[in-house]
């Protein structure tokens, strides 16, 4: 299993930005998806954006299209999430995941279809 470790999170006020990071300890294959979930005290993990490793398509959650971006970098082995118009509701702890799955597989929604996670980055948004 490729190790995976977030860095970027803290603390921004509502309308601020932060990229958060994950790097891989190894190149994905192409057909693996990479994913970002997170998770806010008292509630359950929740899907947030997926990206085709080779071909880089995505797809996001309702609650971040728009705001959030999801890329990555091949060269680095490491995975984006851009995230701008931050809202108090954003504030969770953010962690990366990988899977073998192709993206194409669907459900990329699902935290049960990945194997790999990170250890989690915590954002916090104030009002």
């Known amino acids: 299993q490729v190790q995976l470790v977030e860095s970027g999170g803290g603390l921004v006020q509502a309308g601020g930005s932060l990229r958060l990071s994950c790097v891989a300890s190894?190149?994905?294959?192409?057909?693996?998806?990479m994913a970002w979930f997170r998770q806010a005290p008292g509630k359950e993990r929740e899907f947030v954006a997926a990206?085709?490793?080779?071909?880089?398509?995505?797809f996001y959650a309702d609650s971040v299209k728009g705001r959030f971006t999801i890329s990555r970098d091949n060269a680095k082995n490491t995975v984006y999430l851009q995230m701008n118009s931050l809202k108090p509701t954003d504030t969770a702890a953010y962690y990366c995941?990988?899977?073998?799955?192709?993206?194409?597989?669907?459900?990329?929604?699902?935290?049960?279809?990945?194997?790999?996670w990170g250890q989690g980055t915590q954002v916090t948004v104030s009002s």
């Open positions: 190894g190149r994905p294959s192409n057909s693996s998806t």
């Open positions: 990206i085709s490793w080779g071909l880089a398509s995505s």
């Open positions: 995941a990988g899977r073998t799955l192709s993206f194409y597989s669907g459900r990329q929604y699902s935290a049960d279809t990945y194997a790999s």
